[in-house]
């Protein structure tokens, strides 16, 4: 969504500025020039050559830039990035200094007259493909992508062009892409990305989770972004409206430097609560806690206050290592969330890949409709090998404080009990040695899958708590993909009869003594409070930014009033508009 406004300059000239409408994704406001990372078009001419030790030299100036490129990216990265992804750059540095690779690049130069982009292009396509075509040796077969990335960088020299590259960004900036992987967003550096915008996704997309966990103002699904910004225009990102704005002028920066300080202003009153309750007006206790990808991430979680870890996202540890991480390394990331929350709950949440949630090392079947398909649950039931050191890992974390584990995508009843004869034998078989170990863990299962929330009166009599996973339960519902801006509209909490299923999940989980959490998006949205207070959730699991602000409306809240404002939005309102408007009324 595009609009073109001509903007008055300081001095009476006139620029051209662009205002894109997106998806609000992060909360906050970005000011920076923007950063495309758009691979910039690498073709070129196919030319004959005279002089061909001037053809050469330039080949090795390219190579020679290459290497310091790397060289400082690497440098950059440090600190930011673990020693083994550190090491991919060294890797890279090392094919670009390969005898035989340079060899063979000279000699295609100097007895056939090849251009040198031709003759790199050729070679270094020629060594990908032998290594790609190893299928015994999948070592072999992952460092097909690691020549094919670096011949891109050396052809970008020779060309004159730049190649995006986030882990080496070391200036303020805002990120303009297609979209962001989780794999992107871990090498940012929120010192210098200021704000991300993209074409792709939804606000419950990965790359929107990620962006809130890292504090970055977002604004996703815009459509057209990538073809409308260019590297170093001015931009502007509205994370709390969905606005961006290219090439904007001296007069809008101010406009929203001053927003944005209002906006600062606005958390530092909600910072006073870092300590409070989560309380009603009416004095209800509830529990807002944080949703976190990895360790690292509990002291923010504390930071902002949070009563506990509602969603501990475990394939992030996963995606975030080039091996399958063992039991002991698992144990310590754990245990390093559990001891950082310092006696508050931690949940965690068995691996969920599969989906838009790949692993580059535990390749999967191509499938039609990954979201439908092979993962999460149904992958780790198949593969005790892979569930069984989590499962393990996560009891003996369990000695260092509360902890809760819970299973995504459970389906029926006999899922759940597969999954949980599985948790068994991992505490028999540590109870071995370790008497009484696991004893306080937790157990609960996500609610995402339909029927699950259906059935959710058989499913609560054999857990301790649920978490309804919001995210992929309106995905399944409406038949939605979550990361699709085309259907986005369909990204409806607050339609009454959704909310029916949301109070039938929460009132199975009560009547038979389960605890009711949320961690999906859903339960930080301010629309949603009130009605998910009226129904009872005892647990609201966010993004870590926006604990304070929910802590604060929650205590202007009466119980009581929310319980009739359910009643009223699901037996009166017909559409989520409807009950949106009746919510915002009893907001004031
Ligand atoms: C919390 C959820 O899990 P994820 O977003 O990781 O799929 C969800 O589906 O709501
Ligand atoms: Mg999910």
Redesign the pocket.
Known sequence: MVNVKRLPRRGGNYQMSTDVKGIAASDGFGIAPAYLLVDPDLTYETTQVEDTAAEYARVEAAFQASIDELSKIKENAKGRLGDEELEVFDAHIAILSDPEMMGQIKTDIEENHTGAEAAVDKVMTGFADMLAAMVDNQYMQERAADVKDVAKRALAHLLGKQLPDIAGIDHPVVIVAKEITPSDTSQMDAQYVKGIVTDLGGR?SHAA?MSRTLRIPAVVGSESITTTAQNGQMMVVDGLNGDVIVDADDATVKEYEQKAADFEKQRAQWAKLVDAPSVSKDGKEFEIAANIGTPDDVADAVKQGADGVG?F?SEFLYMGSDHLPSEDEQFEAYKKAVVGMNGKPVVVRTL?IGGDKPLDYLPLPEELNPFLGYRAIRICLERPDIFKPQLRALIRASEFGPLGIMF?MIGTVAELRAAKAIYNECLTELQASHPGIGKNVQLGM?I?VPLAAINADNLAKEVDFFSI?????IQYNFAADRGNDKVSYLYQPLNPAFLSLIKHVIDSAHRHGAKAAM???MAGDKYALPLLMGMGLDEYSMSATSILRTRSTMKDLDTAECAKLVDKAINECATDEEVKALVEKELG
């Open positions: 419950t989770i969603l996202r969920d995504p996500m995402e996973g919001t995210n992929d339960l961690c999906g998006e």
